[in-house]
């Protein structure tokens, strides 16, 4: 009897934030969005973020309805949403919150309902 378990499940490694990169014209027209979310694979490897406790799962997203001042970016859970990342900023954003975690409060525009760490 095959029943409910004809799909397979779908699996992914754990992973302690969730990064959510807006890749839309909207938000960046030159791709400056595309070309930061490209550069993420080397950065997360140097800060360790690559494996293990601090683990971060990064994904494109077409569009927040938050058109303006990008590229932006959400990390989950904490809720944190971030504008005008540029490299330097993203770098900043990956040592301070990613690793230390702490938000980088000049770069945050909305703060949704998760918890950052000791708070």
Not at 9 to 24: A, E
Not at 80 to 96: A, E, F, L
Request: hydrophobic fraction near 35%.
């Amino acid at each position: 009897d095959r029943g409910m378990s004809s799909t397979e499940k779908p699996r992914i490694g754990d992973y302690r934030r969730h990064l959510l990169v807006c890749t839309g014209t909207r938000c960046t027209q030159d791709g400056a969005a595309q070309v930061l979310f490209d550069s993420l694979g080397e950065k997360f490897k140097a800060a360790g973020l690559n494996e293990g406790a601090l683990r971060v799962k990064r994904s494109r997203v077409s569009c927040f309805a938050a058109c303006k001042g990008g590229p932006i970016l959400c990390v989950q859970p904490d809720g944190t949403w971030y504008h005008g990342v540029t490299p330097d900023n993203m770098d900043r954003i990956i040592g301070q919150h990613l690793v230390g975690g702490q938000v980088v409060a000049d770069l945050v525009f909305h703060q949704g309902p998760g918890v950052i760490d000791g708070e």
